[in-house]
């Protein structure tokens, strides 16, 4: 297993469009993180998921903001109406359920609103 | 109210001595866990080392070591022997069994090892 996957690595969109990224996790993990980390700050929790199910949602994520993990595998993270507010990386990370194991991260998206 | 606080923006250290970098969590949960993470500036996050709270020895990793105090809520991360690469933000983050075991980040301190 090569860890976790996320494409694109950077992307450049216009103020209004929207975007997805894609998170691959490591295969046996049935836990998925998305976060967004702007610059300086620590990794901000987005939501989460438990195999294909959504168990949380940030309350400072907008409706602009939605993931989905179809089958419990790969994860997708849609953000519409883009704004510039949103530029930042968005961080992906997989991690058993048990308590006390790690979560491993992807390398991220970093996302560039112009 | 924060669930994990860094109070220190960013540290300097001088190559070959020890540093600890604080971490402070808030729970009231009996059954938590708490990790610390590096994040050099290539931006990847890397686990360094996990502490459960019900642990009772300090958990060590190479040159990490944490010094967990579970009266005061404190997982202070020492690094001994500092190296010029062990420059890079450093994440204190914890994970409580009901939350969900997801989780939460603290806003990080920059170290800086000086040859």
């Known amino acids: 297993d090569t860890g976790v996957s996320q494409n694109p690595r950077h992307k450049i969109t216009k103020r209004g469009q929207n975007v997805t990224f894609r998170c691959d996790p490591i295969s046996e993990h049935n836990r998925l993180y998305w976060y967004r980390q702007t610059l300086g700050q620590g990794p901000e929790f987005l939501t989460y998921f438990q195999n294909e199910a959504q168990l949380e949602k940030s309350r400072l994520l907008s409706d602009r903001f939605s993931a989905e993990r179809p089958k419990g595998s790969f994860s997708t993270l849609e953000i519409q109406r883009t704004e510039q507010g949103d530029s930042a990386m968005y961080l992906c990370?997989?991690?058993?359920?048990?308590?006390?194991?790690?979560?491993?991260f992807g390398q991220g998206t970093r996302l560039t609103v112009v | 109210a924060q669930k994990i606080t860094q109070t220190q923006p960013g540290m300097f250290v001088q190559e070959k001595e020890a540093v600890t970098l604080d971490c402070t969590y808030d729970t009231s949960d009996q059954s938590y866990g708490l990790f610390w993470y590096k994040q050099p500036s290539s931006g990847e996050m890397i686990f360094l080392i996990y502490q459960g709270s019900y642990d009772e020895q300090n958990a060590t990793e190479g040159r990490y070591s944490l010094n967990f105090q579970k009266a005061r809520k404190s997982a202070n991360l020492v690094i001994s022997a500092s190296q010029l690469g062990d420059s890079a933000m450093y994440f204190c983050a914890m994970r409580e069994a009901n939350t969900g075991n997801q989780f939460y980040f603290g806003t990080g301190t920059s170290l800086t090892v000086i040859p």
């Open positions: 990370a997989s991690s058993r359920q048990l308590m006390n194991t790690e979560a491993f």
